[in-house]
């Protein structure tokens, strides 16, 4: 057999040739640190610059307002305890609006927020699609709210939250917004102004650049304590040499992103709707997780009532394709996932999710083996769960 079939690029990319050809230059040949004076950390700051001007037309905001970081979960981190510590303390504020369905980078820090400093994590009702609605907000907004943070689209389940309107709901009560961005990046608009957010995610391995590196826009005038503390970088915020490669790397893939985006929606759309209407109608007690039109273009996910998830991806595996059973994270572990159970899926449908992310290389013929190979896989699966 030839390699697999890659089916999960919700948990990452390959790094396009042209992000390689653009970091290739800072690992040996201008390998300055940017904080140095001489020539060669002019020549190193002067890539970060460039990158961070880049990342910031792409968002349509300053310079000055994009945060370097590790990776997206460090850009979460910041981005909730950095505001939740500077918000206490300039107003008091203690609570923390968040959502069960949000990706562990923010759903473990708010967890950590209540547990070891004293604030209080209010979880948000979802719906049945996984969506979070202004009115599941406006419930529960009030003076004592220092962050509200709901992600821009879903990782396991594909939805797309209305942040637009969460954002607006939350600026009439003054309250900061947050929202990861690190999946939707990759195939919606990710323009600051439009968005209204104060804050926004993102992460490069979901958009075909590097893995370990990320950025955080802070809106001009948002107070953030920083998390990592040392030398001065990062306008103070975040410590640590700067990844010069990396960072040049995810700020040509972020632009790559957004240059092409219509051609990639527009090719993996209907390769995607395609697996949705095909397994919905061939495989008996399937049902779709996550809402049926306001999800990434990418992306397609099912629970099948009786089926273990990992056992159905052991077998996909076996037979060529790399699919995965929500978030990558979570793989091993025989509970089913918080976001599916979220949703209202019983335990005998929620620990059979199986989760399918096309690319922008993803091939009709990769997607027709697919479709052709799982209706058995998922009866195997389901009489190996009877025995
Ligand atoms: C992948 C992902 C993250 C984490 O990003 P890393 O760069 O892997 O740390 C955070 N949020 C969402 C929604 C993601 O899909």
Known sequence: MTHPIYL???????VDSRVLEA???????????????????????????????????????????????????????????????????????????TARTEHHAVSKTAEQLEKYYGFRVEWLDVDEHGRITPEAVKKVLNEQVALVSVMYANNEIGTVNPIRELAALCHEHGILFHS?????????????????????????????????????????????????????????????THNVPYIVGF??????????????????????????????????????????????????????KNVDGNLLLTLLDAAGFACSSGSACKTGNPEPSEVVTSLGFSRDWALGSLRITLGKDTQPAEVDAFLQALPSLVERARGLNQR
């Open 251 to 304: 700020a040509e893939a972020l632009r790559l992103a957004k240059e092409e985006r219509e051609r990639r929606f527009g090719h993996v759309q209907p390769l995607r709707d395609h697996i949705l209407g095909r397994v919905l109608e061939e495989i008996p007690d399937s049902r779709l997780t996550g809402h049926p039109a306001e999800r990434l273009p990418n992306h397609a996910s099912f629970v099948f």
């Open 8 to 14: 999960d690029y919700a948990a990452t990319t390959p």
């Open 23 to 97: 970091m290739r230059p800072y690992f040996a040949d201008s390998f300055g640190n940017p904080s140095s004076v001489h020539r060669y950390g002019q020549a190193a700051e002067a890539a970060v610059d460039s990158a961070r001007e880049t990342v910031a037309s792409v968002l349509g905001c300053r310079p000055d307002e994009i945060i370097f970081t590790s990776c997206g979960s460090e850009a979460d981190n910041l981005a909730l305890r950095g505001t939740a510590l500077a918000q206490r303390e300039k107003t008091g504020a203690n609570r923390i609006l």
């Open 180 to 240: 990861d961005a690190v999946q939707a990046a990759a195939y919606l608009d990710v323009n600051v102004p439009t968005l209204g957010v104060d804050l926004l995610s993102l992460g490069a391995h979901k958009l075909y650049g590097p893995k370990g590196v990320g950025a955080l826009y802070v809106r001009k005038g948002t107070k953030l304590v920083p998390h990592l503390t040392g030398g001065g970088q990062e306008f103070g915020l975040r410590a640590g």
